[in-house]
């Protein structure tokens, strides 16, 4: 069925920003199956939706969001490079994983994260923690799945004011699926090479006129390009949304989920390179019957909007959630020798148990003073954090002959020596620890005409950590006050067209990245600190096609740097520079072409650095698994109103596993394919091929010694039943 739209609806339905996500926006819209005429554009497919969490969303282009400033703001208003994957994309890419869906977003470099949690480097920042769902934390490390996702928002540089801690090159923000009234069934079906079996379910509806429920729900199990590669997960995501009054919406939402794999570090070097990778993509290098990893995560979110009659906005929520993680592996512990004749394999476990209590509540009134406009906002976040440490050493061998690793033939890596894991009360953690903080902050969004527009802000954040040693006894316990800026300036000499300036700092407590373990070391380290200037312009070409671009220097201070030898050891007073320039772009350039990528110019280097024995992370040096230059560019062309084409081209220049700049990464490039075929009404089929032309690459790393390989050309289908 093809239902098109007027102009003057669509433009009604993409000016509808003020009223989205507020407690009495209630908008019957276009299914996504119908047409939409935007301009002169006749858009199969697109709807101007008014979404969760404020967002506007046409095809493969997002107008507006709340996640870059707590208020429902156009994108086009906001000073900050902003990157969102819509719905659509994530459908027709059809990735596995979080991170390898980022992979199309400009300045987004995917991380290994030791194959068993989502990382990525953005910005020149490797993180881990750096993730949210619908602005609130979600920083425990695992592989987060998509199946009850609406939109990813990749929000670029550092900005403490909206997100707290962390953020120093960005944050990663998941939109979740919401019960908005209308009536959905949806039921996707796929598989594919190795083994690759998935099934989703999306199913809503009006319970009445003032209750509306959503259930999601996943099941996979799927092998891997890798070998022993496997992987099982589910998770069942309901929702509902209650109209308790003109002015007051309640949401709650409840998510278990499940996921347990085959970890996997990858392959060793030598000689500086990647040992003998093309010939290694699948091997696996370690003893496969240790190698386990799994988390059970059970999340529960209720978002209260009220409006007073004052004019003020209540947007609150409530999160709990509660992970029970562990993994354990097997790894290549050094390089191959130059003989090419043995590698040793080494091993650990490690549980990282966390519960999370967050509470969020912000508040805007939107006033004149004279003919000045004013969106203000204040709030206030308050958070307890608890949870586990604890590392075992592995250790190979039998009865009372134990060794910390074994060495192996690279030509034959699998060991079969039985591996016992013991707590060494030394180096190995053994920690209970808990972080308390509070927070207040303070925004004025002001437009002095129609041409120009100022953001300014300010947050303060009172952080108090605390661990216990189990083994010694010994609490350690550091308290941090921390106050973060944020300045912006919008000049707009067209509705269309706008530059920006912009001025953000972010702090990264000494608890690190990942909070748990507290030694005698990081309570006396200050916290990192991140301060970005960025200038952009962001172009909206017609209503459904943007163009951006930004520019920037970042820079790091008191970073604490990886000794890629020594694991677990580093340095306090490290110091990086990132000066980077990007390019993006996102929508319909014609009624029949698609587009969502950009380019990446990162010169991320070290100004602070060490030497350790034969770790030698100099001043000058690249930051490790940055690309001096890199393009991601997914194109989908209509062919006719039933099929169409994807065509996605990934390039990155050289990069090196780390920042000693030891072990070179080669550049690569790298197509992907996608068709699709509408059926009929309530059908769509589609087959994805990942690495068309089956290229031998390294896709990312996690140090000198554990480098992924890129997977060669994969094929995967699924149909898409909608009645």
């Known amino acids: 069925m093809r239902v098109r739209c007027d102009h003057a609806l669509a433009s009604a339905l993409l000016a509808s920003t003020a009223l989205a996500g507020s407690a009495q926006s209630q908008v019957l819209v276009p299914a996504a199956s119908e047409a939409v005429t935007l301009g002169e554009l006749s858009v199969q497919g697109a709807s101007g939706i008014p979404g969760p969490q404020g967002g506007v969303t046409v095809g493969y282009l997002t107008k507006q969001t709340r996640s870059a400033t707590k208020t429902n703001t156009p994108l086009i208003d906001t000073p900050q490079s902003v990157t969102v994957v819509t719905r659509e994309q994530i459908t027709d890419q059809n990735f596995q994983n979080l991170t390898d869906q980022l992979r199309y977003v400009p300045g987004i470099i995917p991380a290994q994260g030791e194959g068993n949690r989502d990382q990525a480097i953005i910005r020149g920042q490797s993180t881990s923690a750096d993730f949210f769902v619908n602005g609130v934390r979600d920083d425990v490390q695992y592989y987060r799945d998509l199946y009850n996702i609406e939109r990813v928002e990749v929000l670029k540089g550092p900005d403490s004011l909206i997100f707290g801690r962390g953020g120093g090159g960005g944050v990663i923000n998941r939109v979740l699926k919401e019960a908005n009234g209308l009536r959905v069934r949806e039921v996707t079906a796929g598989g594919g090479q190795f083994g690759d079996k998935r099934v989703t379910v999306d199913v809503g509806d009006r319970v009445s006129d003032s209750a509306f429920f959503r259930l999601n729900g996943v099941f996979e199990d799927s092998g891997t390009y890798r070998q022993f590669g496997e992987l099982t997960r589910y998770g069942v995501n309901p929702t509902m949304t209650f109209l308790l009054g003109p002015q007051t919406t309640l949401k709650l939402s409840y998510e278990y989920f499940h996921d347990d794999r085959f970890p996997d570090r990858g392959i060793p070097s030598q000689f500086g390179r990647a040992y003998n990778y093309r010939n290694n993509i699948r091997t696996f290098f370690g003893n496969p019957d240790v190698n386990f990893t799994k988390v059970d995560a059970h999340i529960a979110t209720a978002t209260l909007d009220h409006r007073f009659d004052s004019g003020v906005e209540l947007h609150s929520q409530l999160r709990f959630a509660d992970y029970d993680r562990y993994y354990r592996n097997t790894l290549p512990g050094g390089a191959v020798n130059a003989a090419g004749t043995t590698v040793t394999i080494t091993g650990y476990r490690n549980e990282t148990d966390r519960t999370n209590y967050f ?31 604890f590392r075992q050493s592995g250790l190979f061998g039998f009865g009372n002959t134990l060794v910390s690793s074994v060495t192996v033939n690279p030509l034959s890596p699998i060991t079969r020596v039985p591996v016992t894991f013991r707590n060494n009360g030394g180096s190995d953690a ?273 140090n000198n010694n554990n480098l992924t390989p890129g997977a060669p050309r994969t094929i995967r289908a699924q149909v898409i039943v909608r009645f």
Not at 360 to 387: C, M, P
Not at 539 to 563: G, I, K
Request: no cysteine; glycine share 10%; proline share 5%.
């Open 359 to 389: 509470s969020q509540n912000d508040f805007t009134y939107k006033f004149l003073t004279g003919d000045i406009k004013h969106t203000l906002l204040g709030g206030f976040e308050l958070g307890y954090q608890e949870g586990l440490a």
């Open 430 to 702: 053994n920690a209970r620890y808990d972080l308390g903080l509070a927070a207040v902050y303070a925004q004025d969004q002001i437009e002095l005409n129609p041409y120009v527009q100022i953001v300014g802000g300010l947050r303060y954040d009172h952080f108090d950590f605390a661990a216990r040693n189990q083994n010694t006894g010994i609490t350690y316990g550091r308290i941090d006050d921390l106050v973060s800026p944020r300045a912006g300036l919008v000049i707009k000499p067209l509705p269309n067209l706008a530059f920006y300036g912009s001025y953000s700092v972010s702090y990264l407590p000494s608890s690190g990245d990942q909070i748990g373990n507290f030694t005698p070391g990081l309570v006396i380290a200050q916290p990192e600190r991140f301060q970005n200037l960025e200038v952009g312009a962001k172009y909206d070409v017609n209503p459904t096609f943007q163009l951006t671009a930004a520019a920037y220097n970042l820079d790091r201070e008191n970073q604490r740097l990886n000794d890629p030898n020594n694991p677990g050891f580093f340095i306090l007073a490290g110091k990086t520079n990132t000066q980077g320039f990007e390019i993006g772009a996102n929508g319909y350039v014609t009624d029949w072409w698609q587009i969502a990528g950009g380019y990446s110019f990162t010169d991320a280097r070290i100004v602070k650095g060490f030497t350790s024995g034969s770790t030698n992370i100099a001043p000058g040096n690249t930051v490790g698994l940055v690309p001096f230059n890199a393009v991601s560019l997914w194109n989908k062309f209509a062919v006719t109103p039933e099929f169409s084409i994807g065509v996605g081209y990934i390039y990155q220049t050289h990069t090196f596993a780390s920042s000693d700049d030891s072990v070179r990464l080669p550049g690569y490039s790298r197509f992907d394919l996608g068709l699709f075929y509408q059926i009929n009404e309530w059908t769509r089929a589609q087959v994805n091929i990942e690495n068309l032309f089956d290229r031998r690459y390294i896709y990312t790393a996690d």
